[in-house]
């Protein structure tokens, strides 16, 4: 099973840059489209953006279309979500997970630590 291993939040300003990255750990990610997801505190768990395995197709909530892009490097098991333009409303715990079917799903079995993103105002 691919366990998903999340970095690169932090602190940022509002209207500031981060880039996240989910790198496979224990196999591959190959095949499979990947998800990013978030959740803030005391809010239900969404899906951000999503990308298949040939990185040519990909999904944006409406929440963040036009600031987020996500992006692959197949040959890096590795994917990334650049994040521009934050809003104090993207802060959250920010969590990645392998699906083999598109849409990708929102319910998974696994769900790694996740990365904390804050956007102070």
């Known amino acids: 099973q691919v366990r998903p291993v999340e970095s690169g939040g932090g602190l940022v300003q509002v209207g500031g840059s981060l880039r996240l990255s989910c790198a496979a750990s224990?196999?591959?990610?190959?095949?499979?489209?990947i998800g990013w997801f978030r959740q803030a505190p005391g809010k239900a768990r969404e899906l951000v953006a999503s990308?298949?395995?040939?990185?040519?197709?990909?999904y944006y909530s409406e929440f963040v279309k036009g600031r987020f892009t996500i992006s692959r490097d197949n040959a890096k098991n590795t994917v990334y979500l650049q994040m521009n333009s934050l809003k104090p409303e993207d802060t959250a715990v920010y969590y990645c997970?392998?699906?083999?079917?598109?849409?990708?799903?929102?319910?998974?079995?696994?769900w790694g630590q996740g990365t904390q993103v804050t956007v102070s105002s």
């Open positions: 997970n392998a699906d083999t079917h598109w849409p990708v799903s929102k319910s998974y079995d696994y």
């Open positions: 990308i298949i395995w040939r990185g040519d197709v990909t």
């Open positions: 224990g196999r591959t990610f190959s095949g499979s489209a």
